[in-house]
């Protein structure tokens, strides 16, 4: 990785992200999500934990006012950012240009809802780094994961509490739907929390961040077994066989498809990893009676 970033050139302060939000008459909102880093040190540590090299093609959902950004861009080849608020995605080029002219060219801007994107201008990405809107982090990052398979490595800023349930284990309290579904696509581990005061405005919950490294989806149909995840975990507190009664068609029928995929239905959605749960949804449907 280039040592650029670890320099700090051009890495906004709080002064300059304060300066930057009046000059754009902006407030941020919690309906966006917007808690903007101003911390350098934070930002080169995202930068590092990314272990991004020279070659990759960074896509960063949310850039905001383009801290983490600026940080990127001597680190990878290319970065596209994904911003849906139009002044923001106005001025990040201007920002770039003004701070580290010599980059500015590394950099596309996207100005688009990242839930709707399906498609992205230039080389596919193949990283992902971004301090997610906590209101939409997951479903967010596991459209990317599914509509980008060229994303070898993602590195997210996410609500701590959000960090705990993506890179739960089976069996444990935080282990559930997100768990379940991110581990489809990659491995999942905690890379670190992060304090309140790198953000402003200072959010009321504290932050960590999610390392995934893509690995092979186990064999099933992702459809079908993201189906039956969520009936799983619709009603936790319940025995699959209950829980499933509906995906399933009856309770007897979830009961035959549990024990021909070799799980005990008398067990609960947080004792299956993926691989099992992509295991039932492959099993045959039962008839009605």
Known sequence: MSTAADAGDGLLGPAEIRRLAQQLDLRPTKQLGQNFLHDANT??????????????????????????T?????????VVAVEVDPRLADQLPRTVAERVPQLAQ????????AMRVTELP???????????????????????????????????????EVAERLAAAPGSDAYGVPSVKAAWYADVRRAGAVG????????????????????????????????????????????LRAAL?????SP??????LRAAGIDPTWRGERLGVADFARLAATDPVAAG
């Open 43 to 68: 930002i080169r540590r995202i930068v590092r934990t990314a272990e991004l090299s020279p070659d990759d093609v960074v896509c960063e959902i949310g850039p905001g006012l383009g801290s983490l």
């Open 70 to 78: 600026l940080g990127l861009l001597p680190a990878a080849e290319r």
């Open 252 to 257: 007897a029928a979830a009961e035959t498809r």
């Open 122 to 160: 230039g080389p596919p990405p193949t990283a992902l780094v971004a301090n997610l809107p906590y209101n939409i982090s997951v479903p967010v990052l596991l459209h990317f994961l599914e509509t980008f398979p060229t994303l070898r490595t993602a590195l997210v800023l996410v609500q701590l």
């Open 245 to 249: 009664a509906g995906w399933a068609g």
């Open 106 to 113: 590394g950099l596309t801007v996207v100005t688009a809802d």
């Open 196 to 239: 309140r005061p790198v953000f402003w405005p200072v959010p009321n919950v504290d932050s960590g961040l999610v390392r995934l490294t893509r690995r092979e989806p186990p064999p099933g149909d992702r459809t079908a077994t993201f189906a039956a995840v969520d009936a799983a975990f619709a009603t936790r507190r319940k025995g």
